[in-house]
């Protein structure tokens, strides 16, 4: 019997929210098929199973967080999965199956002692007690829907997103054509401060009330002779989000404990632009390829190439990553980033390696990357071409030893073969930590990604 744990999802992850199961009781899983989403505070994710079975008992209920390591669920493995289903009786139970010649509460109390998480289940959580997590408390702000008035249809009674959306929907249909548009934050500022929004006016687009209209409203007239009225006390909402204390913890952690150094170079793109160009001129849309990808290859193939720059810093030593896994920093709509892996990226085909770069970022502004795309990255790309940057100097995510960013490409006077013309170039850089590498390492690091892409066509 296997267990199945709360995964650590990033190196600050101390708990998470499990927000549905992708499985029931029964199922037949395999190594890798997502079996939950859980909500960490930087989106929600995909976990996969590491096992191949069937599922046993569900022990935690969906809208409950906890702790890293907590176990969520058993699977029978492959042996006793075949057992079960010669015995259809114990197929969807979550206990062992009863010897012979003892009653289920017998079996049930012979072996508490050897398997205490399956044969003694946290109690599921009653609906009313179950939590909303970060993002859906976000949603339904934005949307200005009370999670408590909403009826929920998930498991248990659980408020879904899709709960939020439809409650928001309502709310809006449900309004006067001619309601005016408060904003929530000064919807609450009301509340707090005793303010009436039907007596105040809206300095907001299309006359909508805004904070700053609330807290003028409760400030009352002024007179000439009254003290100017003191700034307003920040709220709760003028606070970072989780997504931006987890990525201010992070980096601060950063900072804080890895040494970093920093090399940067220029890279003629000539050679690439063009086969670039004329890849995609003779290619169907669905093939075409953006200067990323051969960005993120040629990273790959350096990071092959030179080892001691691809894996992780533990324990006051270095560990190198089993496979080259490029993480891509991918900002989301609502701010903050994420950085999912291409796992194995150096091996990958130019126009695979775009595809998997395609996906990953549609699914993670989409709120759905899995687990081991999140937590398997051995060294992270960044590339602000596209925002106008010509340089980035970043913070390495610990604990990998290196980062590696990419600014815009422009044209400027170079020189070739004693002849000066114009070229596209791009500045790389590159984030080290200082206890893994010098800059040695990480200037021949440099090399190898210039090398590369001299040479698109093998790439």
Not at 273 to 289: F, G, Q
Not at 316 to 344: I, N, T
Not at 406 to 421: E, K
Request: a negative charge.
């Amino acid at each position: 019997m296997a267990e199945f744990t709360m995964p650590s999802l990033g190196a600050d992850m101390e708990e998470g929210l499990l927000q549905e199961w992708l499985v029931h009781p029964g199922d037949h899983v395999g190594r890798g098929d997502a079996v939950a989403v859980v909500e960490t505070a930087k989106s929600a994710i995909e976990v996969e199973c590491f096992e191949t079975g069937t599922v046993g008992a569900l022990l935690v209920e969906p809208g409950t967080t906890v702790s890293v390591g907590t176990v969520l669920a058993t699977i029978e493995t492959e042996p006793e999965a075949a057992e079960a289903r010669a015995n259809p009786r114990r197929t969807r139970r979550a206990a062992p199956p009863a010897d012979e010649g003892r009653t289920e509460r017998e079996h049930s109390a012979a072996k508490a002692p050897d398997l205490p998480p399956a044969e003694a289940p946290e109690p599921p959580v009653a609906p009313d007690r179950l939590e909303a997590g970060p993002l859906l408390r976000r949603d339904a702000e934005r949307a200005g829907v009370d999670l408590a008035s909403v009826h929920g249809s998930g498991p248990g009674g659980r408020v879904t997103r899709h709960d939020v959306e439809r409650a928001g929907e309502d709310s809006a249909a449900a309004r006067p054509p001619a309601r005016r548009q408060v904003t929530p934050l000064a919807r609450r500022l009301a509340g707090e401060l005793d303010v009436d929004l039907a007596e105040i006016g809206g300095t907001g687009k299309n006359g909508a009330i805004r904070a700053g209209d609330v807290r003028r409203a409760a400030a009352g007239p002024r007179t000439e002779t009254a003290p100017r009225p003191t700034a307003p006390t920040p709220t709760r909402e003028e606070r970072p989000t989780p997504m931006r204390r987890a990525i201010a913890d992070l980096m601060t952690r950063a900072n804080r404990e890895i040494p970093h150094y920093h090399l940067a170079t220029t890279i003629d793109l000539h050679p690439a632009m063009e086969w670039l160009h004329e890849h995609n001129r003779n290619s169907p849309v669905d093939r075409r390829l953006l200067p990323a990808a051969l960005l993120i290859k040629a990273t790959a193939r350096a990071a092959a190439e030179v080892p001691d720059l691809n894996g992780f810093w533990i324990d006051d030593h270095f560990e190198a990553g089993s496979g080259v896994h490029v993480g891509v920093a991918v900002s989301l709509r609502g701010g903050g980033l994420v950085a999912p892996a291409l796992h194995d990226a150096d091996t990958l085909e130019v126009t695979a390696l775009m595809a998997a770069l395609k996906d990953v970022v549609v699914r993670a502004r989409g709120g759905r990357l899995r687990g081991s795309e999140v937590s398997g990255a051995t060294i992270t790309v960044t590339n602000l071409g596209d925002q106008g940057a010509e340089a980035v100097f970043g913070v390495i995510h610990p604990p990998q030893v290196a980062l590696v960013g990419f600014g815009r490409v422009v044209d400027r006077p170079w020189a070739v073969d004693g002849l000066l013309g114009v070229r596209p170039v791009v500045t790389a850089t590159l984030s080290a930590d200082h206890r893994a590498t010098d800059g040695s390492v990480g200037a021949r690091f440099l090399s190898v990604v210039d090398r590369q892409l001299q040479s698109p066509e093998h790439l």
